[in-house]
């Protein structure tokens, strides 16, 4: 039977806990969007969301989800028939070279075991073998939120520059934003795609790019069709501190609220508490037994660890029993790792004693479930934790 009292333990890789001082921030009136104290709201989040990216230079924030900031990647910088390059991390990665065909693109789309990030080795072989410089752009997926495991963008970047190749950098920070150390600007990321219910704690509706200077220069011959998504009147509005729409006022005060949340802690630090409550999380899944999904010890994610079952065990049927017994979500396994892994979020608004409480309460639920395991897991993850 379900607990009822007590918070709900969303553990999910995104959507995130919401602060209740975010939650709080958002119960305000909405204000009149072309009126001063709206001005004053938009410089504000437009100001201080860059650090977060790292970067120094304009992030276009829309009101949509991560998909919508995805396709603003593509349609701003790219004309149809346009190759790409882009690596079979995971889901999300699948999804977004779905995308790029879909608006007409034509993908070269690296095959992979989702289990290790993009192999640098391949794009620097991929890139220099392109003598004609055919492939306009390369796409990564950071963070796959459906594997645990990470991309290593700066070694990424390295590979292009010494194919010495112009392909633009489209990357999806989309799991990692805010949790996972990220810097767009010095490591000569193009395009940063990302959105706002994972790192940044907030509820779903924000969709992010960071864009480059050579990003803004591909964006005046890029011909993909594109409307709501092009940067360039909201780049515009943006410097007036406006936006050529309707915004989504409560959710950017809820963005101003995350951001000094962040700032408060200090983003190097919020890096270091991720990255200790993954390691936590890892000592747990190894201590019971069981097998962390990321097969490369440079990839594991600080956001979420996806742990693999033998095929004897129903990864959907454990998350069933944590959530009737518990009240607590986990992430499903997506695409060809349906009911083979469940996955832990450990990112956003999270503590040691949180992580704690979840890996107690998927103990219990593996032990429930009749997945065998050694119960010193949880041991395992709390020494971690008292360091
Ligand atoms: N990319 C990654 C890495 C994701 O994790 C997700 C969603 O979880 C998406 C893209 C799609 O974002 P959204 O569901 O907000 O459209």
Not at 60 to 87: K, Q
Request: hydrophobic share 40%; charged share 20%.
């Amino acid at each position: 039977m379900a607990a009822n009292s007590g918070r709900h333990f969303l553990q999910i890789p995104g959507p995130t806990n919401v602060p209740d001082s975010v939650l709080r921030a958002m119960a305000q009136p909405t204000i009149d969007h072309r009126g001063p104290d709206f001005a004053e709201l938009a410089q504000d989040v437009l100001r201080r969301v860059r650090p977060v990216f790292g970067t120094d230079r304009p992030v276009v924030i829309y009101p949509s989800s991560g998909t919508g900031a995805w396709e603003a990647a593509l349609v701003n910088t790219l004309s149809p028939g346009d190759r790409v390059l882009a690596f079979e991390t995971g889901h999300f990665a699948t999804l977004w070279r779905d995308m790029a065909e879909g608006l007409g693109l034509v993908v070269d789309f690296v095959p992979g075991d989702w289990r290790r990030g993009v192999d640098p080795a391949v794009v620097a072989e991929r890139l220099a073998a392109d003598e004609q410089h055919g492939i306009a752009a390369v796409m990564v997926v950071h963070n796959e939120t459906s594997t645990g495991v990470t991309s290593r963008v700066p070694e990424i970047r390295a590979a292009i520059d010494e194919a010495n190749h112009p392909a633009l950098l489209l990357v999806d920070t989309i799991s990692s934003l805010g949790s996972i150390d990220y810097r767009h600007d010095e490591w000569g990321v193009d395009v940063t795609v990302s959105c706002s219910q994972k790192g940044l704690m907030l509820p779903p509706g924000l969709g992010f790019n960071a864009i480059s200077e050579k990003a803004l220069t591909a964006a005046e011959g890029a011909r993909l069709p594109k409307s709501y998504w092009n940067w360039t009147p909201i780049l515009e509005a943006n410097e007036r501190s406006f936006f050529p729409y309707t915004p989504p006022t409560n959710l950017l005060y809820g963005l101003r609220e995350a951001l000094s949340l962040l700032e408060a802690e200090g983003l190097p630090n919020v890096f270091a508490r991720h990255d200790r409550h993954a390691e936590a999380t890892r000592a747990a899944v190894r201590a019971w037994g069981l097998e962390v999904l990321c097969a490369d010890e440079r990839e594991h994610s600080s956001s979420l660890t996806a742990v693999r079952l033998g095929e004897e065990h129903d990864a959907n049927k454990v998350r069933e029993v944590i959530l009737d017994r518990f009240d607590m979500s986990l992430g499903a396994g997506l695409g060809k790792l349906t009911g083979r892994v469940f996955r832990i979020g450990h990112l956003g608004d999270f503590n040691d004693l949180t992580l704690a409480g979840t890996l107690a309460g998927v103990q219990m639920g593996l032990e429930l479930s009749g997945v065998p395991i050694d119960p010193n897991g949880l041991q395992a993850a709390l020494e971690v934790l008292r360091g």
